[in-house]
């Protein structure tokens, strides 16, 4: 316990003033053409302080980095107008400027916000989206987070998942030894918790699809077990501690399974285990290595890796008494599958030598590309969007996390100022 | 071939060396609840113990004869392989007998994997390793109930660097008495 406040006070103190962030998100490489767009500054209904929240540099801070938007400096702006009359059309027009957000932030009676804005086109001087939010002072990052989200989608067509989730986890040393964490964060870096800390290894941290519960692996105890543990309470609960390896749990879509790696019968093989009576389903038989199992999103599939055919592959089997069948066939390693939120594709480790990169197997024609340079890049994960893929990757100072398009047109580096950081897993949308 | 010998049995002194007089604990894991923004501590009954250094002196036997094979201790392994190399053939004996002469005595053998690649298959990759160990210990007379498996996989690497070299070290079955 002692040791547990020494450790959060000298994380505190390495935290930088400025901002609380950990992960420090930086766009690398954007798109060619990006959609030009200016977020003016919110009113503010308590003219004589200072408003809780900066909402227009979350906003502009999220479009920025989805690679996607050309967002206008904020020092650069002809004006920042609140409401629609005030908008000064033929200038924003002069400067090629094609969209505007503005927007208001009222403080009401009870203490809470009232969070109000419009979406503008500027050359058809139109209405593309407008909204009034209330929001508990606590909510009010969150809140810019939808804005972004109901921007992003209304200027790309594609579902912004700028309000979400990763976890992670750090490890750092301290006096020779390894201090390893398993914290979450919002999508944009901020707001990070620690959910667990442990001297033992910490791995494959895993969300439910309602975002409530992480299940992990932990080596707590010099051996493995995997954790469900309550995101809001911080409870937990040991579901799995047999002799041998506990490891790899993966959320069934319905919230009642999970599917996991374990070495009890010998071998390491897949189960699904019902989490009501923690009965054992056994889904793989074979004297390989079998783990990874991750669900279909339609629930009604595993796909696993398996070395089986002499080098680690991607297999899928059909839970209802199905047959393994292999889906990867380029390349000498594929593990680690994750899959799309449509199902349609998967993302995995992919290996033709001596460097490991990510990549993703399209399941209609089982052509695997390659997205990413390596050399040693690994635990990919969809955004719930399915736009953007998170991953490890490894260089001179450690692990560090990135992310890519799926596209390819799109990287964005996520720094972390001390340690290394690894294992990203991309939560669901927030509710 | 020599230095690389007298590396693994100054490793192998190293590892008796410390094992010695170390007590060793099972660290405390903190679990934070995001509401109170406390810890909640996870130990059962929130009690922790402690025992007192052992100051008896231990008994000398053949392990720590830096020239008998059983002062090895670590076996290395090729890529994405949890074959036994032919060279660890003396090492597994000396072992497995040891282990026949000395029925109360048991071991952990502790499998590991260098980084490359995905952390879940590394960690089955070293459990196999720890495995096939064992299978071929077996086979050459120890008792099934002497050897305890761990895999730490990639967790746990002897070096921490990202080269060739750090690998090689980092694919190993430790066997710890």
């Known amino acids: ?431 | 071939m020599t230095i690389r010998l007298f590396f693994v049995i100054g490793l192998a002194m190293l590892l008796l060396g410390c094992s010695k007089d170390q007590v060793k604990e099972e660290e405390p894991v903190e679990v934070t609840d995001l509401n109170a923004d406390s810890a909640v501590d996870s130990s059962e009954d929130g009690a922790q113990t402690f025992g007192a250094e052992d100051e008896s002196s231990s008994a000398f036997s053949q392990l720590d004869d830096p020239q008998s094979p059983l002062s090895v201790r670590i076996i290395y392994f090729e890529y994405d392989s949890s074959e036994i190399r032919s060279d660890y053939r003396s090492t597994i004996e000396a072992h497995s007998l040891y282990l026949q002469q000395n029925p109360n005595t048991s071991i952990t053998l502790e499998g590991h994997a260098d980084e490359r690649g995905s952390r879940e298959y590394n960690l089955a990759l070293g459990e196999q390793r720890a495995k096939t160990v064992k299978q071929q210990m077996l086979l050459l007379g120890a008792n099934s109930s002497q050897i305890r498996l761990v895999s730490y996989g990639e967790e746990r690497p002897a070096s921490d660097g990202h080269d060739d070299a750090s690998w090689q070290q980092n694919r190993r079955v430790e066997i710890l008495y």
């Open chain 1, 1 to 431: 316990m002692k040791t547990f406040i020494k450790l959060s006070f000298i994380y505190f103190l390495l935290l930088p003033l400025k901002t609380y962030a950990v992960l420090d998100i930086k766009i690398t490489q954007g798109i060619e053409e990006p959609i030009p767009i200016a977020v003016a500054i919110f009113g503010w209904s308590q003219a004589s302080s200072v408003a809780p929240i900066d909402m227009s540099q979350i906003i502009t801070a999220d479009l920025t980095r989805s690679g996607r938007f050309d967002v206008m400096d904020v020092q650069d702006l002809p004006q920042s107008p609140t409401e629609f009359d005030a908008i000064n059309f033929s200038d924003w027009r002069k400067l090629g400027m094609e969209n505007i957000v503005i927007g208001n932030l009222v403080l009401t009676e009870s203490g809470n916000y009232d969070v109000s804005f419009r979406l503008i086109d500027i050359y058809r001087k139109k209405q593309i989206a407008g909204f009034r939010i209330p929001a508990k002072p606590n909510l009010l990052r969150r809140v810019a987070h939808q804005i972004s989200d109901i921007v992003f989608e209304k200027l790309t067509g594609i579902e912004g998942a700028f309000n979400t989730r990763v976890a992670y986890i750090t490890v750092k040393k301290e006096n020779k030894k390894k201090i390893h964490t398993l914290h979450i964060a919002d999508a944009d870096g901020y707001n990070i918790k620690k959910l667990v800390e442990s001297s033992e290894p910490l791995l494959s941290p895993s969300w439910s699809y309602d975002g409530k519960k992480i299940a992990y692996v932990s080596f707590e105890g010099k051996s493995s077990s995997v954790f469900i543990q309550d995101i809001l309470t911080g409870s937990r609960t040991r579901v799995s501690k047999f002799e041998g390896i506990n490891s790899s749990p993966n959320w069934s879509p319905d919230g009642a399974h999970l599917a996991l790696t374990l070495s009890k019968d010998g071998n390491t093989e897949i189960y699904i285990m019902d989490l009501t009576t923690k009965s054992l389903k056994r889904i793989t038989k074979h004297d390989g290595i079998d783990t990874e199992p991750v669900w279909s999103p339609d629930g009604q599939k595993l796909v696993f890796t398996s070395d089986r055919s002499g080098s680690p592959q991607i297999y899928e089997v059909v839970i209802k008494n199905g047959t393994p069948k292999r889906l990867s066939f380029e390349g000498t390693y594929n593990a680690r599958p994750r899959y799309s939120p449509d199902g349609k594709s998967i993302t995995l480790v992919h290996s033709v030598g001596n460097s490991y990169h990510i990549a993703v197997l399209n399941l209609d024609n089982g052509y695997i590309s390659v997205l990413t340079d390596g050399p040693l890049d690994e635990s990919p994960s969809y955004a719930p969007n399915g736009s953007m893929v998170i991953y490890a990757t490894t260089g001179r100072r450690g692990g560090q996390l990135a992310a890519i398009s799926v596209d390819g047109r799109i990287k964005q580096r996520l720094g972390l100022h001390q340690g290394d950081v690894r294992e990203p897993a991309w939560g669901p949308f927030l509710k």
